[in-house]
C-alpha cells in the first residue's frame, strides 16, 4: 500500500496554476508533519513548503508569495496551491509526511511516488 497519495500535477502555461494534492493512507502511522519537495532534472531534491503541527509553514524562498500549503491534520491531508508558475517550477513534487521528536528529528517518515509539474508554453 504507497502510503502517501498525491494527485494534481500537470501541465500548465506559465503564470498559470495548479493544486497538488496528498492523503495519507491508513497505514500510515500518527504524523505531526507534512511537506512538499521537489526534484528537478539533474538538481537534488529541495523542500518546498512544509506545516507543522503548532502551525508553523515553512517556504523556501523561490516560492514565497506563490505557493501556499494547507494541511488537514484530521483528514491527514496536504494541498499545495501553486499560483503565478515558472519554467524554474517544472519538476517532481514529492509528500512528505513525518512524526518529528521535540528536537525535530523525523522518528519516522514516509514519502509519495510523486507527481510531474511541467510549466511550459
Known amino acids: 500500500q504507497v502510503p502517501l497519495v498525491e494527485s494534481g500535477g500537470g501541465l500548465v502555461q506559465p503564470g498559470g496554476s495548479l493544486r497538488l494534492s496528498c492523503a495519507a493512507s491508513?497505514?500510515?502511522?500518527?504524523?505531526?508533519?507534512m511537506a512538499w519537495y521537489r526534484q528537478a532534472p539533474g538538481k537534488q531534491r529541495e523542500l518546498v513548503a512544509s506545516?507543522?503541527?503548532?502551525?508553523?509553514?515553512k517556504y523556501s524562498d523561490s516560492v514565497k508569495g506563490r505557493f501556499a500549503i494547507s494541511r488537514d491534520a484530521v483528514k491527514r491531508t496536504v494541498d499545495l496551491q501553486m499560483n503565478s508558475l515558472k519554467s524554474e517550477d517544472t519538476a517532481v513534487y514529492y509528500c512528505?509526511?513525518?512524526?518529528?521528536?521535540?528536537?525535530?528529528?523525523?522518528?519516522?517518515?514516509?514519502w509519495g511516488q510523486g507527481t510531474q509539474v511541467t510549466v511550459s508554453s
Open positions: 512528505y509526511a513525518a512524526w518529528l521528536d521535540v528536537d525535530g528529528n523525523a522518528r519516522y517518515h514516509y
Open positions: 491508513g497505514g500510515v502511522f500518527s504524523i505531526n508533519f
Open positions: 506545516d507543522l503541527d503548532d502551525g508553523l509553514r
